[in-house]
């Protein structure tokens, strides 16, 4: 854009920077036209500044190339356009919106001051701790003088190239505190942010050309505050858990060769959507999908896992496939479903046969099973007909709840999640499980900013490790086991300087699970309370024919 203005808009540079605009409509759809919108205003200004002044006929020429350039790049995705931002004014709406999700994964509304790229909290979300407020707005002040120093120069000596960036990514997010909630606003204070820095940087080298003496400790406080901030970053960081997105373009190429239809996707993974684009996808607890979860107890979706014994059984069968996160306490999909792909991360059902008459939930939030209320199953029974009775049995299951477990002082119960703990520090869990004797598959629940070890009777098992998703649980080893009780402990060692080496996460139960498939058990109706009652299933359905 500087150079468009500076060549006094010549055609050729004109139609590159409205070529560069156009995508972005594509791309970001109403939120890209805004930014090419704010950086028109801004290249508009920059003409009325600049010292020589392009022609009446050069701006004319100008704003026909770009409205041509833009017409044909855009109106592609003009309707799109259009209905992204009516959807925007809706769900992202400042006030009287119907977002489901005003803050985001925001704790609050950010303060416009965190534009100036310094914030010295472990998390950008909150604020910083009573003994740093004050130096934390030193610096703040600093960075934000120099921005305003460094505007002032560039202005009066007409260069505008900062100024340009400045100017469009500050009227952008201006417009958007105004319009939108704090979660979209964020977003805009994300792309503002390098340009406050830029131009506090511009202002630290227009003092050193005046007075360098002052330059050196407003520079090192500039620079020290960025670092310091970035320091904590590089720390707190959410490493991408690149091994698990790559299953997912696995699976989607497997489900490829299935055609047509809407695969629901169990699992809170905002990522799916993209990595598994091949193939067409229902994130059943997002807003946005096709057809949103239909939960047997109602209640609010944003952010959280339902297993699929938590959906109403008309709304699974719906789908023709279902992609479910490998877990050793999910509900299998209900009989009709045949697991046709697996690998370390994610399974493919597909449903070969026609819906279960009635379908028994017993599948509890930890454990993947439960004894029936015998009165159930004979009531199944009596309604059966010519059908019959199939049960899901799980495998045995041991488990440790850390949250109820002798474990550190700063391992402190996760008010968001029952059964789950924040470690703040490095420390340990441990207590006492019980095992039937066999070969057992270790899996932790939680998300892990570093290696969190598992040990059972001193016996190192593995670690787990990554970003995880509400609900679900890392793959940590195998072990083989007596009969009879075993210590297990849970231990998180000290950081390292990797990044993401600092991120607290959150563990939750540790589960052992002998390694057997789980079984299909088909069960007469005459037989129901012999076989059925007093003993723990995923579930049970009923099958076939009623009597006529």
């Excluded at 050193?208 to 090192?220: Q, T």
């Excluded at 905002?270 to 096709?290: D, H, L, Q």
């Excluded at 479903?337 to 279960?356: I, K, M, S």
């Excluded at 029952?418 to 899996?443: F, K, N």
Aim: aromatic residues 8%; glycine residues 10%.
């Amino acid at each position: 854009a500087y150079e468009a203005v500076a060549e006094r808009l010549r055609p050729g540079l004109v139609a590159v920077l409205v070529i560069c605009l156009a995508p972005m409509i594509a791309v970001f759809s109403a939120a890209g036209a805004l930014y090419g919108a704010t950086l028109g205003v801004a290249v508009a200004v920059a003409i009325a500044l600049s010292p020589r002044r392009p022609s009446r006929a050069a701006v004319l020429r100008c704003v026909g190339l770009g409205a041509a350039v833009v017409v044909l790049a855009a109106l592609p995705n003009l309707g799109d356009a259009i209905s992204f931002g009516d959807y925007a004014r809706k769900v992202f709406a400042g006030e009287g919106g119907e977002s489901t999700a005003f803050l985001g994964q925001l704790l609050r509304p950010l303060p416009t001051a965190q534009a100036a790229g310094v914030w010295l909290s472990e998390d950008y979300r909150g604020p910083v701790e009573e003994g740093l407020k004050t130096t934390q707005g030193v610096l703040i002040a600093v960075m934000i003088a120099l921005a305003a120093f460094g505007l002032a120069v560039e202005l009066r000596r007409r260069r505008l190239a900062v100024g340009l960036l400045l100017g469009a990514t500050g009227l952008t997010a201006l417009i958007g505190s105004v319009a939108l909630n704090p979660y979209a606003n964020a977003k805009f204070l994300v792309l503002l942010s390098p340009a406050v820095v830029l131009m506090a940087a511009v202002g630290v080298w227009a003092i050193a050309r005046r007075v360098p003496l002052l330059a050196v400790p407003l520079g090192a406080a500039a620079l020290a505050g960025v670092a310091w901030s970035d320091a904590i970053a590089y720390h707190q960081v959410r490493l991408a858990p690149t091994a698990r997105m790559e299953r997912l373009e696995r699976a989607a190429s497997y489900a490829e060769r299935y055609g047509a239809g809407l695969w629901l996707f169990n699992e809170w993974e905002e990522y799916a959507k993209y990595f598994m684009r091949g193939v067409r996808i229902n994130a059943a607890t997002e807003s946005v999908s096709p057809r949103t979860v239909r939960l047997i107890r109602p209640g609010p979706i944003f952010g959280q896992y339902f297993d699929l014994d938590q959906q109403l059984l008309s709304y699974v069968e719906s789908f023709p496939g279902i992609v479910v996160r490998r877990s050793p306490v999910a509900s299998r999909p209900p009989s009709n479903f045949r697991r046709v792909y697996a690998n370390a991360f994610y399974e493919l059902w597909r449903r070969t046969g026609p819906a279960p008459r009635e379908h028994l939930p017993l599948q509890g939030s930890v454990l993947p099973s439960a004894v029936p209320d015998c009165r159930q199953v004979l009531a199944l029974a009596r309604r059966a007909g010519r059908g019959r009775l199939i049960a899901a049995r799980p495998p045995e299951t041991a488990v440790l709840d850390p949250s109820h477990a002798k474990r550190s002082p700063a391992w402190v119960p996760d008010q968001s999640a029952p059964g789950t703990l924040t470690p703040i520090t490095p420390g340990e869990a441990t207590g006492p499980v019980r095992t039937d004797g066999g070969r057992y598959v270790a899996w932790l629940r939680g998300s892990f900013g570093r290696p969190v070890e598992i040990l059972v009777d001193g016996r190192r098992v593995g670690d787990a490790s990554g970003i995880g998703t509400p609900g679900q649980l890392a793959r940590v080893g195998q072990i083989v086991l007596s009969a009879g009780p075993h210590r297990a402990l849970i231990r998180r060692g000290g950081g390292t300087l990797e990044p993401g080496s600092g991120v607290h996460g959150n563990i939750g139960p540790l589960v052992l699970v002998r390694a057997e498939l789980e079984r299909l058990v088909t069960v007469a109706p005459a037989k129901a309370a012999r076989d059925l009652c007093g003993r723990p299933w995923d579930w049970i359905e009923l099958v076939g024919a009623p009597r006529r």
